[in-house]
């Protein structure tokens, strides 16, 4: 499984990354499971370069600009640099700051031109009643790989994160048979997308809410390939107890 720990702004200061970065690397010696951190830019520079542990790093975002005068953007060759092997591209979180299904197709080809493995984040804002969501995510998906070439397409990794479920609790989170029911959808959409019998290999992740209390349920019942991880992942106890309970499901 993969486990992507999404630290968004959380953290802040080098002490805090330090003990992140050293407990992931402690569990990731004992697991099987692969860890990726997505800590903020400056904080992924001064742990991500020369990394020889089984720990892997992504950017949480990358810039539209293939650089030059741009001040204050971060490319997608500056990460690679920088010692990242992934890059998250359309959370809901930079989708909101701006990120149309358009712009998140164009930092796909910038993520591929340099060497990263995209993470593509969909998920619909609500849940209606006649399964417009399903038309929604078919969309992000398809609009986002439309202008990849056939071995890109089987590449991506998605993850799929409902809006309402994020930054909420483990009982706010999705259940297992709704979660089964759009990893099987999601995965019908990439075999449309993915030739051949590269769809099969396609990864598909969860992300929302996932905490201590809900993790072996949805891993146990679904057909996800992994979890994308918020606010769970930035306390050192809550994200061993997380990978130590994926460990036991595997
Ligand atoms: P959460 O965030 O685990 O805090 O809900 C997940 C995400 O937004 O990636």
């Given at each position: 499984m993969l486990i992507v720990a999404n630290w968004k702004a959380y953290v802040e200061d080098f002490a805090k990354a330090k003990k992140l970065v050293a407990t992931s690397k402690r569990l990731a010696l004992k697991s099987r499971d692969t860890i990726i951190l997505a800590p903020p830019a400056p904080l992924m520079g001064a742990f991500a370069a020369n990394n020889k542990s089984r720990v892997a790093f992504a950017a949480q975002d990358v810039s539209l600009t293939t650089g030059g005068a741009k001040t204050g953007e971060a490319t997608a060759a500056a990460f690679a640099a920088a010692g990242a092997s992934y890059a998250l591209i359309g959370h809901?979180?930079?989708?909101?700051?701006?990120?149309?299904?358009?712009?998140?197709?164009?930092?796909?080809?910038r993520v591929f031109a340099h060497g990263l493995i995209p993470i593509l984040c969909v998920g619909e804002?609500?849940?209606?009643?006649?399964?417009?969501?399903?038309?929604?995510?078919?969309?992000?998906?398809?609009?986002?790989l439309a202008?990849?070439?056939?071995?890109?397409?089987?590449?991506?990794?998605?993850?799929?994160?409902?809006?309402?479920?994020?930054?909420?609790?483990?009982?706010?989170?999705?259940?297992?048979?709704?979660?089964?029911?759009?990893?099987?959808?999601?995965?019908?959409?990439?075999?449309?997308l993915v030739p051949g019998k590269?769809?099969?290999?396609?990864?598909?992740?969860?992300?929302?809410?996932?905490?201590?209390?809900?993790?072996?349920?949805?891993?146990?019942?679904?057909?996800?390939d992994g979890f994308l991880i918020g606010h769970a992942s930035v306390d050192p106890v809550a994200f061993s107890i997380l990978v130590k309970q994926l460990e036991r499901q595997s």
């Open positions: 809901s979180e930079r989708r909101a700051a701006g990120d149309t299904n358009a712009l998140v197709t164009e930092k796909l080809t804002h609500e849940r209606d009643g006649d399964g417009r969501y399903l038309a929604f995510i078919r969309e992000e998906i398809t609009t986002a202008p990849l070439t056939p071995k890109e397409r089987a590449k991506v990794i998605v993850a799929y994160e409902p809006l309402w479920a994020i930054g909420k609790t483990a009982d706010a989170a999705i259940g297992p048979n709704d979660l089964a029911e759009m990893t099987l959808y999601i995965r019908k959409v990439l075999a449309e590269s769809a099969s290999h396609s990864l598909v992740l969860y992300g929302g809410s996932v905490e201590p209390g809900n993790i072996r349920a949805l891993a146990a019942s679904t057909s996800v």
